[in-house]
């Protein structure tokens, strides 16, 4: 995971450490120790407050996310190398992490091979809530741009995406704590996934419009645009 342009990079190992790496110099500039096991997925949060610089990293507002064999999501504060939070819930490997933004700044969302897609609230280091639905591991979780009952995407979305061993891409409203707003079947499993807008075509009057396509890859290699 990157941040700050690109100036920085964040890994996760199976040695169990996290690692702050400088890539201008290639460098390592912090290590993270804490998790019992190796690390699957890392996620860098949103600067939090735009008008500070002077962190060590270029703004103290950033902090990292990461899921563990161990089970565990972690979160820690980049300026001191510490663990602020420990998430317990998940019963098997956390596969993905990701931090939201805007409205959603405060929550983490996260796959687990317990099949399961799970919200955590930082404010209160707890879970708020749980999606089932998946018949295999969750390798991959993201925000979606979209909203529900709106035609508009971007801003405030309501909406989360997971994909799974099981073929299967879900959409999940978070407001109703339900899934199958719309389900996308592959054969099989689906690795990762991400949103992507195109952009206008400004010679072409009659197809100006812009949108949001989905980008997947699945286990056998095919790397899928559904939009």
């Not at 120790?33 to 703004?59: A, E, K, Y």
């Not at 956390?94 to 687990?112: A, D, H, P, Q």
């Not at 054969?187 to 952009?199: A, P, R, S, Y």
Request: net charge positive; charged share 20%.
């Amino acid at each position: 995971s990157s941040f700050n342009g690109g100036r920085y990079l964040c890994s996760g190992s199976a040695d169990k450490t996290i690692r702050l790496w400088d890539v201008e110099t290639s460098k390592s500039l912090y290590v993270f120790n804490g998790h019992m096991n190796g690390i699957w997925c890392v996620d860098i949060s949103p600067l939090q407050n735009n008008n500070n610089n002077i962190g060590i990293i270029g703004g103290n507002g950033y902090t990292i996310c990461s899921g563990s064999h161990d089970t565990t999501i972690r979160i820690w504060d980049i300026e001191t190398t510490k663990q602020s939070i420990i998430f317990k819930g998940h019963e098997n490997v956390v596969r993905s992490v990701k931090y939201g933004s805007n409205k959603l700044e405060n929550t983490i969302l996260s796959g687990s091979e317990d099949k399961s897609v799970r919200l955590w609230d930082i404010r209160s280091g707890q879970q708020s809530q749980m999606f089932n639905g998946h018949k295999s591991e969750v390798w991959t979780v993201k925000y979606s741009p979209f909203i529900v009952k709106n035609i508009e995407f971007g801003g405030n979305s309501n909406v989360i995406c997971s994909g799974s061993r099981d073929g299967i891409i879900q959409f999940w409203d978070i407001r109703s704590n339900k899934c199958e707003l719309h389900i996308i079947k592959e054969d099989h499993g689906i690795m990762c996934l991400t949103f992507f807008q195109l952009k206008k075509n400004m010679k072409n009057k009659n197809n100006g419009d812009c949108g949001i396509n989905l980008c997947y890859s699945s286990f056998k290699g095919p790397i899928c645009i559904w939009g």
